[in-house]
Each structure stands twice: as C-alpha cells, then as structure tokens.
C-alpha cells in the first residue's frame, strides 16, 4: 500500500513562489509515475504535471508551463512542484497522486489513470 503525504501550501501573494512536497511511503517510488492535480473551487479536478519513473519525461498543463516545473528525488521517495510567478486563478486544493501502471514513458493526464492519492494540500494565491 502506498502512502502520499503531501506538504508546503500556504498562503502567497501573487507573483510569489511556492514549493509542494510530496512524500511516497513505499520502496515501489521507483516504479511510480508522479504527478500533481489540483480542484479549484466549484471546479473539477484538473491535470497540473506528471514526471515518469525516472525523471527522464515531464508533462505539464498549458497553464502552468513554464511555470510549475515538477522533480523527483528518488534518495528521498519524494516529489516536488516548484510553483512560480503565481496567479489568483492556481488556488486550488493540490493533489499528489502516484499510478503504478504504464510503461516507464507513461505520464498519465487522467485522474483515473492514477492509482494512489495524498489527502491535498490548500494553495492559496491572493491578487
């Protein structure tokens, strides 16, 4: 069973930088892919980035490219999401999420492509 602890939300102005951290309980970490989604209020959950297995591929949502870059430190079973230049419009309840299927170039989009999630963490950015 996999555990996901994420950390580091809070409250930033806009224009600020944050940084979320997300601990994965298991030895399998080297064979998860990685990625972050986040629930705005009144919408749905929506994809932010995914990084592979071994850090070697990222995808990110046109909104946060450029922006958001997601890494991977697999001394530490733990992923980041280095959130910049941020807007009103990335507050969101963000969720690590781990899937355990695919192949190594896997780097699902889809909530349902994920198999294990941590209990979110609030990002508010205030304009």
């Known amino acids: 069973q996999v555990q996901l602890v994420e950390s580091g939300g809070g409250l930033v102005q806009a224009g600020g930088s944050l940084t979320l951290s997300c601990a994965h309980s298991?030895?399998?970490?080297?064979?998860?892919?990685m990625g972050w989604l986040r629930r705005a209020p009144g919408k749905r959950r929506e994809f932010v980035a995914a990084i592979s297995r071994d850090g070697g591929i990222t995808d990110y949502a046109d909104s946060v490219k450029g922006r958001f870059p997601i890494s991977r430190d697999s001394a530490k079973n733990t992923v980041y999401l280095q959130m910049n230049s941020l807007k009103s419009e990335d507050t969101a309840v963000y969720y690590c999420?781990?899937?355990?299927?695919?192949?190594?170039?896997?780097?699902?989009?889809?909530?349902?492509?994920?198999?294990?999630w941590g209990q979110g963490t609030q990002v508010t950015v205030s304009s």
């Open positions: 999420a781990a899937a355990m299927r695919g192949t190594s170039y896997y780097v699902p989009r889809r909530e349902t492509e994920y198999d294990y």
């Open positions: 298991a030895r399998t970490f080297s064979s998860s892919t």
